[in-house]
């Protein structure tokens, strides 16, 4: 593990710090737009050279940077310029989904650790993911995160880099919101499995507003569930999302109900933020 770089201490009277989003893709690109409509200074990186522009326009300070297990010369080097000066770095870079993608995720963040430090970055807040949990009937704390044939243990062995008093990890539940409609993950499958489990879902906005909190709050030396209060059944989830745009819904195998429930308890509590879409049947008219 990285040890972690030695921090800066933000002064809530200072200029605000500058910000640097690792990752301007569905989540990442709204963020920094966030981050710039509230007042921080905003580095972000893209993989695609035609939003280096969109970047640019909003504001933000564009790097193009493509993150591989071995990064090339040109992608070390504009990594570590973009780190310099930056005071918090919002790491958004998901694992991939191909062959031996999600094993090489925690090398990818291992490059990031060690620029970090090198860096003397003050904080690191890195976007995980709830995969961490075993797919087990009951809800799932914090703590319940463990290495399974479940759970992503990739994401844990990530996440490891990163824990520690000067960085915060958030676990965000299932992705909703603009662009990403769940009523077309399951339209039109039958047999689906699991119909009766619960759903553990997070919009957008509510990502959004998390991630702003924890920065504002200076909220640091935390791992932190991010994820919507209701958990309706797959079925009855599901059903709705693809009656919403008009597919086919899915239909499921009966008996089968086991799944696990992301509790959120904590951060709600150390944040105090209000939750905009709670309610995620309803949040489906904001997609």
């Not at 920094?32 to 939003?51: D, I, N």
């Amino acid at each position: 593990m990285i040890p972690p770089a030695t921090p800066a201490t933000l002064s809530t009277t200072a200029a605000l710090p500058t910000v640097a989003v690792l990752g301007c893709g569905w989540l990442g690109l709204p963020l920094a737009r966030a981050l710039m409509a509230a007042g921080y200074p905003v580095r972000g990186t893209t993989t695609t050279p035609s939003q280096l522009l969109t970047l640019h326009d909003a504001g933000i300070q564009p790097f193009l940077l493509r993150l591989t297990p071995a990064l090339t010369p040109t992608d070390a080097d504009t990594l570590n310029v973009l780190l310099q000066g930056v005071e918090v770095l919002i790491l958004n870079v998901p694992p991939g989904r191909g062959p031996g993608q999600p094993e090489a995720y925690p090398i990818i963040l291992g490059q990031v650790a060690e620029a970090a430090a090198a860096a003397g970055l003050a904080h690191v807040l890195l976007v995980s993911s709830t995969g961490v949990y075993p797919d087990q009937a009951r809800i799932m704390h914090e703590d319940d995160a463990q290495a399974s044939p479940e759970a992503e243990s990739h994401l844990l062995r990530g996440e490891a880099l990163f824990q520690g008093p000067t960085n915060t990890v958030i676990r965000m539940a299932g992705l909703m919101g603009p662009g990403r409609q769940p009523g077309r993950f399951l339209a039109g499958r039958t047999g689906v499995a699991h119909g009766e489990a619960p759903v553990n879902m997070v919009h957008q906005h509510d990502c959004i507003g998390l991630l702003l909190k924890v920065l504002e709050l200076g909220l640091w030396g935390h791992t932190l569930n991010g994820c919507a209060a209701s958990h309706p059944s797959r079925r009855t989830f599901f059903t709705a999302a693809a009656s919403q745009l008009g597919l086919n819904p899915p239909t499921f195998a009966e008996g089968t109900s086991s799944g696990k429930q992301i509790d959120s308890a904590a951060i709600r509590h150390l944040t105090q933020y209000q939750f905009r879409h709670d309610d995620v049947v309803a949040a489906l008219s904001f997609c």
